[in-house]
């Protein structure tokens, strides 16, 4: 048995010796890469934290003293110091650990948001309210030099370095890399740091030479020590975090244990905040990470140990992104790009490769990025900002009031959209249809499939006097599904028999519509498919087209509330069509991590669920249930069962998370209801 099997808490770290505790610095970076190497996660990030995190534990007594990490994605070995070992064979699935801190998990984790830049502000509360209670507890916050782009943490800084009884050790770690190298004037000024070490080594050797002098020595030197900040600014600008107030203490090596652990013992004893200041390096200590120059396998795929080669996947929507916008980019010479500490991630680096004048990656600052973006539309350009859905919830303010409001065309392209699973609620990008729903102007595209990402994104950058809104979500797009028709802007993909039921399926949820389809044809129910493409605003043509059939069914992988399924029967509602509506989408609550099919299957965005819902709507007869309106009563009564015995045993519906089965959340709405 290893070192590693016998740590149970944090508190098993405090009677290993030196040897011991480097022995279980090596166990754990073989257990995270043999991890990883068959789950996929964030490797690299945790590999570059493990000595850092190990000192953090022996020095501080968690969870009393609370630890608060940015983001969360290199909190592997806090999750295995503090018990939960086990939960690592299915990490990132459900039933497994989550790849973030998860209060469920542990009394050690505290913060859930994976956001980047919030740690600061968390910590600052902390810290205060302790005081405030005559506690005494520290609050340490690890937060990575690429998070320190974000606007929010310097807002968090201010207000930190005048809380002079805030028990509050921020620990950066310096890697000089967020996804990808970390970018601006903060970089540059931390680099310098990294390496710059001439202030330590010179002032010690001041301090030697000139106490040796008998008589005047010691004087001449405490003369020259009041000279200290001056001498810094010269030789290591610490004055970067000093001028705001902080106590500086670094640069350390933060691979060094030890050292680590001083460092942290003299800021943990000096009363207030202060400010550690560790390098590290992403994916030390295993070579292929090392060596790995896209991003030091940041977030690799499984992937075999011995020589790092991660296994062979499809392409993905953000393939189709990347080599598109580059085609678009040599087309159109205004065209540029923009993103926020992502270009890889979100499918940037060929277009950056390609024109690296026309390509901004502005740090983690997307409220920057939008308001940038529309500036450089007011020049004459045409930006594309590139971002995952979920972080575009940071600049809905510079959307609404920067761009829209000023009518700038600037097009947004918004990755891993809908339920992504993996990462955990904060990266579901589950809301930026209800929220750009109320956006005046904007206008919001939602492919379902490559071909259809392709003709979109084209169509979008063609704008030039609104926003426009570009989403897909994570993974694989499904084969190319070719309209059979066109109402209005619209793609039919299936009308077949009587106009009983149409179904308006928005973008990745078309191939679960025209599956839907199939089991209601099968059962003698006529269906209209439609694909909107362009979900905002609503097409004319599909409010014609509820007004002729029986039963209106809108599916989308956006919230429930005040998406597109919402705002269709405000539509319909408003132009007087009364055909009786079900809305499917993702309720409002924050889903647990697990595989994108599996949380589908537990909220009931599957072709069986929804299916067996419209049946059992049209079995109640709707508003007009004439005997020559449809499929008659003694064919309706049959069709639950048959649909039910023909799905296969995995698809049998389980209870969703509230208790309401998935055909309840999909309940039917008079677009018209009677007073």
Not at 22 to 38: G, K
Not at 368 to 386: E, F, I, K, N, R
Not at 495 to 508: E, I, M, P, Q, Y
Request: glycine residues 10%; negative net charge; proline residues 5%.
């Amino acid at each position: 048995m290893g070192i590693l099997d016998s740590i149970a808490s944090p508190h098993d770290l405090a009677d290993l010796d030196d040897a011991q505790l480097d022995q279980l610095a090596t166990e754990i970076r073989d257990f995270l890469v043999q991890t990883c190497s068959r789950t996929g996660g964030h490797l690299g990030p945790n590999l570059g934290v493990v000595e850092l995190t190990m000192a953090i534990h022996r020095v501080f007594d968690s969870p009393r003293d609370r630890v608060v990490f940015d983001t969360g994605h290199q909190t592997y070995v806090h999750k295995l110091l503090t018990g939960r070992r086990a939960g690592f064979d299915r990490l990132r699935q459900e039933g497994g650990v989550s790849g973030y801190p998860s209060q469920a998990e542990s009394d050690h984790d505290i913060v859930e948001n994976s956001h980047a830049s919030t740690a600061l502000s968390y910590a600052d509360g902390l810290a205060k309210a302790y005081a405030i209670r005559g506690e005494d507890r520290h609050v340490v916050a690890v937060i990575g030099d690429g998070a320190l782009t974000g606007g929010m943490a310097w807002e968090a800084l201010n207000n930190i370095a005048i809380a002079s009884s805030s028990k509050l050790v921020i620990v950066v770690n310096d890697n000089g890399r967020s996804y990808t190298p970390t970018i601006g004037g903060l970089a540059t000024a931390l680099t310098r740091l990294r390496t710059n070490p001439r202030y330590e080594t010179v002032l010690d050797l001041v301090k030697r030479r000139l106490t040796a002098v008998p008589g005047v020595g010691a004087a001449a030197y405490d003369a020259l020590h009041a000279m200290k900040k001056g001498l810094k600014d010269a030789l290591a600008p610490q004055g970067l975090f000093e001028d705001l107030g902080l106590k500086y203490v670094g640069p350390v090596d933060g691979h060094d244990r030890a050292a680590m652990e001083h460092v942290l013992a003299q800021a943990k004893r000096f009363g207030g905040p202060v400010i550690v200041h560790a390098i590290t390096r992403k994916g030390f200590g295993y070579d292929p990470a090392e060596r790995h120059e896209a991003d030091q396998f940041h977030s690799p795929p499984p992937f075999d140990i011995e020589t790092g080669e991660e296994h062979a996947r499809g392409r993905i929507w953000t393939d189709v992104f990347a080599d598109e916008i580059v085609h678009i980019g040599q087309r159109r010479k205004d065209v540029v790009a923009i993103t926020a500490a992502m270009v890889h991630p979100v499918g940037l680096h060929h277009f950056q490769a390609r024109f690296p004048e026309r390509t901004f990656d502005v740090g983690i600052a997307e409220q920057h990025a939008t308001t940038s973006a529309a500036g450089l539309a007011m020049g004459g350009l045409h930006p594309v900002v590139a971002v995952y859905a979920t972080f575009l919830n940071r600049a809905f303010d510079q959307v609404l009031m920067d761009v829209a409001l000023h009518r700038c065309g600037v097009t947004f392209v918004l990755d891993r959209a809908g339920v992504t699973g993996d990462d955990g609620a904060s990266h579901n990008g589950m809301w930026d249809m209800s929220m750009l729903q109320v956006v005046p102007g904007l206008r919001l595209a939602a492919p379902r499939d490559a071909a259809r990402l392709r003709e979109l994104l084209n169509e979008a950058v063609d704008v030039g006097d609104a926003p426009t809104v570009v989403r897909f979500p994570k993974g694989s797009p499904p084969a190319d599904l070719e309209a059979v028709d066109r109402a209005g802007g619209a793609d039919v993909l299936v009308r077949n028999g009587t106009k009983d039921v149409l179904v308006v399926a928005v973008g990745s949820m078309a191939t679960t519509g025209v599956e839907v389809a199939e089991r209601l044809v099968a059962q003698g129910i006529g269906v209209t498919v439609v694909d909107p493409r362009w979900v905002k605003p609503v097409d004319p043509a599909i409010v014609a087209l509820a007004r002729e059939h029986r039963l209106v069914v809108s599916i989308e992988d956006n919230g429930e509330t005040g998406g597109c399924g919402a705002v269709l029967l405000q539509t319909l509602n408003a132009a007087g069509v009364t055909t009786p509506f079900r809305l499917h989408g993702i309720p409002q609550e924050f889903l647990q991590h697990a595989k994108r099919a599996a949380i589908l299957e537990r909220i009931g965005l599957t072709s069986q669920a929804i299916a067996r819902g419209i049946v059992e709507e049209l079995s109640t007869g709707g508003p007009d249930d004439g005997p020559d309106d449809g499929p008659d009563d003694g064919l309706v009564d049959g069709l639950v069962d048959g649909l039910v015995a023909g799905a296969p045993d995995a698809m049998v519906l389980p209870p969703t998370g509230d208790g309401a089965s998935p055909s309840d959340r999909g309940a039917a709405v008079d677009a018209d209801p009677a007073p």
